[in-house]
């Protein structure tokens, strides 16, 4: 005899369809941003992955090149001169958050008019990245400069010091231009994760007799560890593909001393129309940031930015 099949219990099928229904909503729903992250962010990854393997050029066929490419970026002195100071304003984004650190203790303590200094740090931030390079480039430049002019004014320096035609200050002055237009969004982020430290915890450390700074390190530090991983993934991110602030303040000089990744790229691919060798630089780059936001991921506990589900 042929069994036959109970059908479905109509419990289970009233549970399945609206399951089904959710799930086919929330795809609705996602499907705008998952073709747009598609078509901006995953083909031309892929795209550039398959073109660092190829000699191409606008006017004539692809051929296959292998590792060519990368073998020719390891014998470039431009490009370890624009890695080297791409990681040197990675380096410098931690100077901002210690700085916006502080800025966030200071006004999220108890004092008279806290939300007016919250307003002015945070002003930097929604300024255009050009309007800040402008108005940074007048600040060091050397006739007419502000800097320059109050240096002199207090007898600090005998002459007028070059800052954005020096080799030895470019770098520094792009850096200060560039954290100090971070400044009050990391403000802002670390300020949301010293409002969530719960007061009690303070207060019973300081019951216990721990001083501020203990209670410093052994309570804020750690429960703001997410809002400080934050912070240094968004200023990574910000210092290495400060692409125009780098163009209009030094254009990548003097020489090559504020050359970095993203401004060498550009000049590759749209100056020297070399696309497959810049292809090769972006794959290099692309590497750079995932290792990078990895290590500081673990360097954070292996859980930075994790939500956690009941």
Request: charged letters at 15%; proline letters at 5%; a neutral charge.
């Amino acid at each position: 005899m042929t069994a036959i099949e109970s059908p479905m219990p109509r419990s289970v099928g009233r549970i399945l369809r609206p399951r089904t229904r959710q799930t086919l909503l929330l795809w609705c729903f996602l499907a705008p941003s998952l073709v747009i992250f598609l078509l901006y962010r995953v083909i031309p990854v892929i795209w550039n992955l398959v073109l660092s393997f190829q000699y191409w050029s606008p006017l004539k066929a692809a051929e296959f090149a292998g590792w060519d490419h990368y073998e020719d970026l390891w014998f470039d002195d431009v490009f370890w001169q624009a890695l080297w100071n791409t990681l040197i304003v990675i380096a410098s984004a931690p100077i901002g958050i210690a700085l916006a650190l502080g800025l966030a203790l200071l006004v999220n303590a108890d004092i008279r008019g806290r939300n007016v200094y919250r307003t002015i740090i945070f002003l930097s931030y929604p300024l255009m990245t050009v309007a800040v390079a402008i108005i940074w480039r007048w600040m060091f430049d050397e006739r007419v400069g502000l800097i320059n002019y109050a240096a002199r004014t207090f007898d600090l320096v005998d002459k007028p010091i070059p800052f954005l035609n020096s080799f030895t200050w470019a770098l520094p002055s792009v850096i200060v231009a560039n954290i100090w237009q971070m400044l009050g969004f990391y403000m802002i982020i670390l300020l949301a994760g010293l409002q969530n430290v719960p007061r009690e915890l303070h207060e019973a450390a300081a019951i216990d007799g721990a001083g501020a700074l203990h209670r410093f390190t052994r309570i804020t530090l750690p429960l703001i560890r997410p809002s400080l991983f934050l912070a240094f993934v968004i200023g990574m991110l910000n210092a290495i593909t400060s692409f125009d602030l780098v163009y209009v303040m030094t254009g990548g000089g003097p020489g090559r001393a504020t050359e970095i990744l993203v401004t060498y790229i550009y000049k590759l691919g749209f100056v020297q129309t070399k696309f497959d060798s810049a292809a090769a630089v972006t794959i290099v780059f692309f590497v750079l940031l995932i290792s990078i936001a990895w290590a500081a991921n673990r360097f954070t506990g292996g859980n930075a930015g994790a939500v956690e589900t009941e």
